[in-house]
T-cell receptor
Framework: LAKTTQPISMDSYEGQEVNITCSHNNIATNDYITWYQQFPSQGPRFIIQGYKTKVTNEVASLFIPADRKSSTLSLPRVSLSDTAVYYCLVGERGSGAGSYQLTFGKGTKLSVIP | EAGVAQSPRYKIIEKRQSVAFWCNPI?????LYWYQQILGQGPKLLIQFQNNGVVDDSQLPKDRFSAERLKGVDSTLKIQPAKLEDSAVYLC???????????FGPGTRLTVT
């Protein structure tokens, strides 16, 4: 089972800032929080990763409070091309030695409206 | 830098037939993953390789699915015999360092009729 909970869908107008919040109440001390983006008919694409506080790259920002039980992906000034499914993931050790799994939930389907 | 390559992109087979998918990861990436993504759901990990060894195949239905990664580069995933519920997109991904940062291929869409 996925260790995260996020909204199933969100709508936003072009040019607005979009914030997608994910809860991960049982995150382990060593776990990082990772976000992926998936367009239709494509494989997921890594967006951003963080452990605590704030991380920013050319695509998005990731805000993580001190308790790390949630995180917020922020997409500045979205465009139609940002319409996609966004997955919040927390890694977990698998059954094999050296195994580290990313368990994908259903993600958040973001629809950007002109 | 070339991305993860997969073939074929689409495959239609009848139930009980066999099928194979091929994946060529990004050059130098030691870790390779196969995922199954059913319509409307997130990808589900089937098997993870580190070089040419299996690290985790706990979610691989071993009675019908098999995978190999000879020489630690390319990989093939096989289904024999296929069932209707195997209809899905099969994604291959690779990573070099951080396991959280995986690079996915475009996937193979399998339809079992």
């Amino acid at each position: 089972l996925a260790k995260t909970t996020q909204p199933i869908s969100m709508d936003s107008y072009e040019g607005q800032e979009v914030n997608i919040t994910c809860s991960h109440n049982n995150i382990a001390t060593n776990d990082y929080i990772t976000w992926y983006q998936q367009f239709p008919s494509q494989g997921p694409r890594f967006i951003i990763q963080g452990y605590k506080t704030k991380v920013t790259n050319e695509v998005a920002s990731l805000f993580i409070p001190a308790d790390r039980k949630s995180s917020t992906l922020s997409l500045p000034r979205v465009s139609l091309s940002d319409t996609a499914v966004y997955y919040c993931l927390v890694g977990e050790r698998g059954s094999g030695a050296g195994s580290y799994q990313l368990t994908f939930g259903k993600g958040t389907k973001l629809s950007v409206i002109p | 830098e070339a991305g993860v390559a997969q073939s074929p992109r689409y495959k239609i087979i009848e139930k009980r037939q066999s099928v194979a998918f091929w994946c060529n990861p990004i050059s130098g990436h030691a870790t390779l993953y196969w995922y199954q993504q059913i319509l409307g759901q997130g990808p589900k990990l089937l098997i993870q390789f580190q070089n040419n060894g299996v690290v985790d195949d706990s979610q691989l239905p071993k009675d019908r699915f098999s995978a190999e990664r000879l020489k630690g580069v390319d990989s093939t995933l096989k289904i024999q015999p296929a069932k209707l519920e195997d209809s899905a997109v099969y994604l291959c991904a690779s990573s070099s360092g951080l396991p959280e940062e995986q690079y996915f291929g475009p996937g193979t869409r399998l339809t079992v009729t």
